[in-house]
């Protein structure tokens, strides 16, 4: 027996693939990266494709979160690039003696990896406690 929801590929023939919306989300992600609010950006969106208010909202809803999703993978890559070329740099200043260069390079990694946070900072700040004995009393 064959069901008449599957198509031929094993694919549910209910929950089609929607070309027009991946249409309409891919101009709504362009307009994203090219600057815009949101209004005017669904406004695009209704007067290049006829659709809804409604209909170019939830556009905009998917593909902000595409855009985020994006550029949260692409921040953790970068961020441990950044790291392994510091730490590659830090290896080279070292055997050549660019004491200062290994400094700042330590300060940087430091920095990235949570270490020069403002409540770490706190922490550390040094306090100078200064007890004024009287002298007359003394002598």
Do not use: W
Not at 29 to 51: D, K, L, M, P, W
Not at 119 to 127: G, H, I, N
């Amino acid at each position: 027996m064959i069901d008449s929801n599957v198509s031929q590929c094993g694919l549910d023939q209910e929950v089609a693939y929607d070309a027009e919306q991946e249409k309409r989300i891919a101009f709504c992600y362009t307009s994203i990266t090219e600057g815009g609010t949101r209004h005017c950006i669904e406004q695009r969106v209704r007067a290049e494709f006829s659709v809804p208010y409604a209909t170019a909202k939830s556009d905009y809803s998917i593909s902000i979160a595409r855009l985020q999703a994006e550029q949260s993978d692409t921040r953790k890559q970068l961020i441990e690039q950044l790291q392994a070329i510091r730490l590659t740099a830090i290896r080279k200043a070292m055997k050549r003696g660019q004491l200062q260069s290994v400094a700042a390079l330590c300060k940087d990694l430091g920095a990235v990896l949570g270490e020069c946070a403002p409540e770490t900072l706190s922490l550390a700040v040094p306090t100078l406690n200064v007890v004024v004995e009287n002298q007359t009393a003394s002598q």
